[in-house]
């Protein structure tokens, strides 16, 4: 999946940068590919045939199922969060090879509030338990 649907991973540091007086915070960092492309947001969907938006929806189910057979629940998957990475004809030059090679597709980002494991460690009301869909 990495460098296909979700970013490229580079690695992870954390640094300890001054705060207020003489104390220091630490801040975590990670360093993940570009997404040259919108959001799924920032788009207009009149712009696509319904093929398309199809194909689109296809996708994010198709994507959605191969993580869940991961045993990881996406609890954020909403159009910010899936970006269209631009064919070939729209990349700078300096782009690297992979992302000089095939057509648009979807790159799922932010998956902060995934569940692994699939069970909600949040209090759910009793009154949603019921219609509670987990696999």
Do not use: C, W
Request: no cysteine; charged share 30%; glycine share 6%.
């Amino acid at each position: 999946m990495q460098g296909k649907e979700i970013p490229k991973f580079y690695g992870s540091y954390s640094i300890e940068l001054p705060s207020v007086g003489h104390t220091f915070r630490s801040v975590r960092l990670l360093l993940i590919q570009r997404i040259r492309g919108p959001n799924l947001s920032a788009m207009n969907a009149k712009a696509f045939s319904q093929e398309r938006r199809k194909g689109i929806m296809r996708s994010i189910i198709d994507f959605e199922s191969r993580v869940y057979e991961h045993d990881i629940l996406l609890a954020d998957s909403f159009p910010r969060n899936i970006m269209m990475k631009l064919p070939q004809s729209t990349l700078d030059a300096d782009s690297d090879e992979d992302e000089r090679l095939g057509d648009e597709r979807l790159i799922f980002i932010d998956f902060a509030a995934a569940i692994f494991g699939r069970i909600r460690d949040d209090p759910i009301p009793p009154e949603y338990k019921p219609n509670l869909f987990l696999g």
